[in-house]
């Protein structure tokens, strides 16, 4: 079992920056890989980026030079650095674990980010 808790959500105006906070928790060596996801209302949830345990990235062709992930391994935490904010990224953006083995996708419950403009 793997639990999923993001923080750092908020308002911003366009143009702006966030950062966003996944902390994770339980069998913590099963991930494979860690990544975010956000679901914009009246749209499907979409990968914005994602990182594996050996810290190999993958962006979203959108988000690459305005977003940028990152791991802490010492506080099991992944961020999302959110640059150049623009209203089109106001969406609930969600933590996701992959653990292989298990065939899992594990989710925290989401965090809203409204960019204003």
């Known amino acids: 079992q793997v639990q999923l808790v993001e923080s750092g959500g908020g308002l911003v105006q366009s143009g702006g920056s966030l950062r966003l906070s996944c902390a994770a928790s339980g069998s913590l060596v099963s991930i494979n890989t860690m990544g975010w996801y956000r679901q914009a209302p009246g749209k499907q949830r979409e990968l914005v980026a994602a990182?594996?345990?050996?810290?190999?990235?993958n962006y979203k062709d959108s988000m690459k030079g305005r977003f940028t992930i990152s791991r802490d391994i010492t506080r099991n935490t992944v961020y999302l650095q959110m640059n150049s904010l623009e209203a089109e990224d106001t969406a609930v953006y969600y933590c996701n674990a992959w653990v292989p083995e298990d065939s899992i996708h594990y989710w925290g419950k989401g965090t809203l980010v409204t960019v204003s403009s």
């Open positions: 990182i594996t345990s050996v810290g190999r990235t």
